[in-house]
């Protein structure tokens, strides 16, 4: 059922998945922080662009990155013009891509989490002399551990599937950008349903578990 | 609620806008290298007959082949080759005794207009200094197998194979080059003359290098109105279907082919 196609696909999507859930967890967690803890100017800009890709269609994230990252994109041109580098159809642009589709999945579960740590326990922390940072390390992110890895877990998931964006920025190239959900869509349209199944039992199996761990670790759906 | 009024209220309208086009409609699945030339031939055949829209479905001959074996509910069938219309005439998909094939094309290399890199033969796309050259996928893409086809009686295929990037039709192809996202492009003629402004011709390749490119077109089996399926498919054939695949660069369809 698994053909070495299909496997090569399947180790693919992995591999962007975990990569994406890293920069998930870099770039999320933080940004989690700073919304459900702190006030600053420009606070529901920040809310707002990081949840967007939850309920704007993946091909207008895509557009998007294109726009920043083609070869001729505002940060894409300077790029190619120093390091002859451009991030579009690599490997590194699947990863982009999941990582941004993942990241409002990561960064409400974890809000949430954080937002539901008792005050007292940091202001606790404050007047036993600890920086702001060592109470989020040492108080504020133990206590919203459980919040936090589920939204980890839902965002590798949401990574895992991430199509629309994907083929736009990365394209759809065999072993190197073209993921189980990519992979899924070629066998179809060229009519090798047997490919295709083999990748839909595997990438159903894969989501039941990982929801399964999230449910687990007390995440609701976001 | 104010805000929530008038979205509703804009959707409604919308709605409203897209229920009064629906009417007698002709479906046509075409190639996209023909999007521009069959929009305008479809713009004749429905300017004279009153109460008749075609809607078209743009696609990779691959893709839409497959849409079709899977009960598309398309009336017309047009691809750029062979291959695939031969498939469903194998599967009794199309009314064979209706096929035509109407016009001829080109199979071209291009380059980003701003390009500055030195791409004059067949043999530079094996050169360095070229890192990613885009083909249609040559599974679903009639341009790509083209592109495949000459590379491998060119003995490049190989030697290019790590740089290739696979579109999914032949103006995503085109595309790619337009933005400058990759250095060269395997495309029709026709396609390069429609971005004229964003992409340039490197070279053509030999065309003895790959199998004449030829359109047929059809008239799909299931369809419910055979009669005015015939008549989009002999309107491309027709002296005025020809003039203006002309226009457009295609090649009168050669005597005598089926």
């Keep these: ?222 | 609620m104010g805000m929530l009024r008038s979205l509703v209220l804009a959707i409604s309208l919308l709605l409203g806008a897209v229920a009064a086009a629906e009417a007698w409609s002709l479906t046509v699945s075409a190639a996209i290298s023909m999007k521009d030339a069959v929009t305008e031939i479809g713009r004749g055949f429905a300017a004279g007959r009153p109460g008749v829209t075609v809607l078209y479905n743009w696609g990779s001959s691959g893709e839409l082949q497959k849409q079709i074996e899977a009960g598309a509910p398309v009336d017309v069938f047009i691809s750029a080759a062979q291959l695939q219309m031969d498939e469903l005439d194998r599967r009794g998909l199309i009314v064979p005794g209706g096929r035509r094939v109407f016009a001829r094309n080109v199979l071209t290399v291009v380059k980003p207009a701003d390009s500055r890199v030195d791409i004059a033969k067949a043999e530079d796309l094996a050169a360095a200094r070229i890192t990613r050259i885009v083909v249609g996928n040559p599974r679903t893409v009639p341009a790509g197998q083209y592109a495949e086809e000459s590379l491998r009686a060119l003995g490049l295929w190989d030697r290019v194979r790590g740089k290739l990037i696979f579109a999914e039709n032949v103006r995503q192809a085109l595309d790619y080059v337009a933005r400058g996202e990759v250095d060269a492009g395997f495309v029709y003629t026709t396609d390069a003359a429609v971005r004229g402004g964003a992409v340039k011709e490197a070279f053509r390749p030999a065309e003895d290098s790959y199998r004449p490119i030829v359109y047929p077109a059809a008239v799909v089996a299931a369809t419910r109105q055979p009669g005015l399926a015939q008549a989009f498919v002999e309107r491309l054939v027709s002296r005025e279907g020809q003039a203006v695949l002309a226009r457009f660069g295609f090649q009168p369809s050669p005597v005598g082919v089926r």
């Design chain 1, 1 to 222: 059922m698994m053909s070495p196609d299909n496997l090569t696909a399947l180790r693919l999507s992995l591999q962007v998945a975990v990569a994406a859930t890293a920069l998930n967890a870099l770039v999320g967690i933080p940004i989690a922080y700073l919304l459900a803890r702190r006030r600053f100017w420009g606070k529901s800009l920040l809310d707002l662009a990081v949840m967007l890709p939850l309920v704007l269609p993946p091909t207008v994230v895509g557009y998007y990155l294109i726009v920043l990252l083609g070869r001729r994109g505002v940060l894409g041109a300077p790029l190619y013009e120093l390091s002859g580098f451009t991030v579009a159809f690599t490997w590194y642009a699947a990863v982009i891509a999941a990582t941004v589709m993942a990241l409002p999945l990561l960064v409400r579960t974890a809000r949430a989490a954080i937002e539901s740590v008792d005050r007292d326990l940091e202001r606790a922390a404050y007047t036993l002399g600890r920086s702001e940072l060592r109470t989020v390390l040492e108080v504020t992110l133990p206590l919203a551990r459980n919040g936090i890895l589920a939204g980890l877990v839902l965002a590798f998931a949401r990574a895992l599937g991430e199509f629309g964006a994907t083929l736009m920025l990365a394209g759809n190239i065999p072993g190197r950008t073209a993921t189980v959900p990519l992979s899924i869509y070629t066998a179809v349209q060229t009519g090798e349903s047997a490919e295709a199944l083999g990748l839909v039992v595997a990438l159903t199996a894969l989501s039941c578990l990982v929801l399964v761990a999230a449910n687990r670790l007390g995440a609701r759906p976001a």
